[in-house]
């Protein structure tokens, strides 16, 4: 189903934490993996207390050797060093994801980046807003281990809208390709998780409220079944969970359960300050678990 | 739904309590138990119907009339619970709110006036919850009131940021808030023993007289609220609708208990701010409030010193909380009308330009807030009349149309809001109206 994954590298063994996943999705759909590294001028030369590539020759040997060692697992490779002004970094991977022709991009994200980072949003979900390929984010715990890429179910948080649903025919494909389940979550919110406007509702007729939503759990139920068998006549083992709370904890609560090792899911691509006025889940979520996501931007409807 | 052996085991809030409150519903419980449940929720409800348009128009009607308009208190508040539940029943029946069925039941050419007005609707909501903050900010920290609107302004950016986000205990220390004052009120208004016979002639017995009119409509548009009638209707989203009438009906029996406690325990506060100002200020020959910010002194009986600081605190908390209610209630009008919406934010920023003006003109802040609320009731019959209309209609609402006992009751509530807006802009253009002395 992939053809081209853009692997984007800062230097950081943070940053390498993607490769076993590249790995294995490059060996799996036979994809050629490009791995590319953006040259910020005016950088800092460590990023992350780590050491951060500023020269080209620098970058291209460091490439060459992680290229060597992914071809040495029997992964087709390709790699780019590529100069840019400062703060371009985003845009430039979004940018060559397009002239490349890649159809996923695979990166890490490293969750702290001061202010710059709740305004704007992580450079991963930079990447995402900037342009329209799929992105594969990871975001390994912090305790310099590289996580091994096995997952033996996916997540696909639906919220009953045909957008969410717009993740399934990706999520297939990936089970079908890494012989893994599905796992379809709706969360339907308690009266004090509601957001938005219901959130207003639920301020003046709280006992209705909660009544309704029940029956939104009820009814979420009979959803989730019929999308789930659906998908089980194509001949992919799904299983359902409807929870409650507050959306992106109760999604980040099933995806730490076992087996889950991939979450895909449709988003805006909306990041920093407007995806936390538009209500974004997926920003959200992104903050709360360590599992990698496979976020598919699509437009407004 | 109702059965609690279904309710799935480690859900937080399908607690005993939801349980006694099925139970109750599905008439299993009966007396005083039956209603024990939804005290809670009620209580804490009975802070979205107290805002700093009602601190204005109950106050400066105490000050002005003293006790002779503690009536239109009470029959707006009875008018308050038919409306309010009127609209969340549209809502249970149809599964749509009441713009987005404006907008497939009336011509396209009404549809854009009817959202103009639903917008000034917002806009006046807006103004009187972001002034009171505003004069919130201004007595507590002892800052200029322009430096209380600017912090109002961040304050209510902060809040829907956090709200977004999913951040809830602000929200919860604002209505403790908002109780505590709510409290007060009430507890003055039992202590203040003597008048108890006066309150209950005129809580019932009309006084009408042409100057009247202004403060009387400023309280039926604090307390009905318009952009609640809008927003109650959008209860049932995602276009999940009730399976059957037996569940719809259940539905709308909880509504009642809603609307029911909680209305008539803010009624109670409204009616005890009405009161401490005829008792303070009435009686003491001030009859007419200017400043919003005098009037913590109907406080000081039961707080003394204390007064204004506690005051200013509830006038804050419930600007700040009842401003979110109505961005809401905004982009609600706005999707339902016209199909399309703003970011919440830019809503945010253009609903706040208004109070801004209001504050940096340096206009009467309680005269500015009583005539925000006079606006609501005069566009209130926008929202009222098509209500009526809709839930009245078997083809609309199946088996939850309105009894005729009630459509009657509706159109009377209506005829009452129109009337009183047809006498107050006669009256203020000088005309004599016969009958009224």
Redesign the interface.
Known sequence: MYRRLLVPLDGSRLAETVLPVAARLGKACGATVFLLHVLERGAPAAVHGERHLRARDEAEAYLAEIASGLRAQGVSVETHAHEVPEGHVPRSIAAHADEEGADLIVLCTHGSGGVHQILFGSVAQQVLSAGNVPVLLTRPPHDGQTPAFQPLRILVPL???AFAEKALQPAVDLARLLDASIHLVTVVP????T???????A??????????L???E??TRDYLEGVAERLRSEGVTVSTEVR??????ALADEAAEPDVGLVVLATHGRAG??A????SVAA?LLDRTHVPMVLLRLGER | MTDAARQPEGVPEASASVRAGHEALGGHRRGPAAVLPFIGPAFIASVAYIDPGNFATNISSGAEFGYNLLWVVVYANVMAMIIQSLSAKLGIATGKNLPELMREQYPPWLIWPLWVVAEIMAMATDLAEFVGAAVGFNLLLRIPLLVGAILTGIATFGMLYLQRRGFRPLEALITVMVLVVAGCYVLELILSGPSLGQMAYHGVVPYVAPNTFLLSAGILGATVMPHVVYLHSALTQSRIRPRTDLEARRLYRFTLVDVLIALPLAGVVNGGMLVMAAVVFHEHGFTSLSDLGAAYRTLTPLLGPAAGAIFAVSLLASGLSSSAVGTMAGQIVMQGFIGFSIPVWVRRFITMLPALVVVGLGLPTAQVLVGSQVVLSIVLAFAVVPLIAFTSNRKIMGALVNRRITTLVGWLCAAVIVALNILLVVTTLGAHVPGVS
Do not use: C, K, N, Y
Not at chain 1, 276 to 279: C, D, H, M, N, S
């Open positions: 919220d009953r809208s308690t009266v004090s998780t957001t938005g406007e219901l959130q207003a509702v301020q003046g007729l709280p006992t209705t409220t909660r009544a309704t029940d029956l939104q009820e009814e409650r709370g507050d959306i992106p904890a300050v407007r936390a006025f538009a209500g959200r």
